[in-house]
C-alpha cells in the first residue's frame, strides 16, 4: 500500500502497525516517519502501488522473452535489438530511443 510520503509497505505489515486501523487514524511512515491519514477502510483502503504491479508485469514478460524468440522491431531488425512486444500498456509506436532519431 501507498503512504502519503510514497513509500510502499505491504498491508501486512501496515495493519501490524495500526492497532484497530480505523479511518481517520495516523500511520506514521516507519522509514520517514511522515503521517498519512487512514481513509474509509482503514489500511486496506490505502491506495495500491500500482507501479510496482507494472513492475512485475515487466519483469514476468521478459522472463517469457528471455525464454522464447525475441520480436525484433522494424528499425532494429538489422541492428539486431530486440523489443519486448507482450509486454501490456506498453506503446508499440515507440521504437528505443536510439532509433528514433
Same mark, same amino acid.
Given at each position: =500500500? ?14 501490524r502497525?495500526? =492497532?484497530g ?42 522472463? !517469457? ?9 522494424? !528499425?532494429?531488425? !538489422? ?8 509486454v ?5 509506436? =515507440?521504437?528505443? =530511443?536510439?532509433?528514433?532519431?
Open positions: =500500500r501507498l503512504l502519503k510520503c510514497f513509500h510502499v509497505y505491504c498491508e501486512q505489515c501496515l495493519q502497525l495500526v =492497532r486501523g480505523q479511518e481517520g487514524q495516523s500511520l506514521p511512515c516507519p522509514q520517514c516517519r511522515q503521517d498519512t491519514l487512514l481513509p474509509v477502510g482503514g489500511v486496506s483502503g490505502l491506495q495500491g502501488a500500482f507501479y510496482i504491479h507494472y513492475l512485475f508485469d515487466i519483469q514476468d514478460a521478459l522472463k !517469457k522473452v528471455s525464454s522464447s524468440e525475441q520480436t525484433m522491431c522494424n !528499425k532494429c531488425t !538489422k541492428r539486431g535489438r530486440p523489443l519486448l512486444r507482450d501490456r500498456r506498453v506503446d508499440m509506436s =515507440r521504437l528505443h =530511443r536510439s532509433c528514433s532519431s
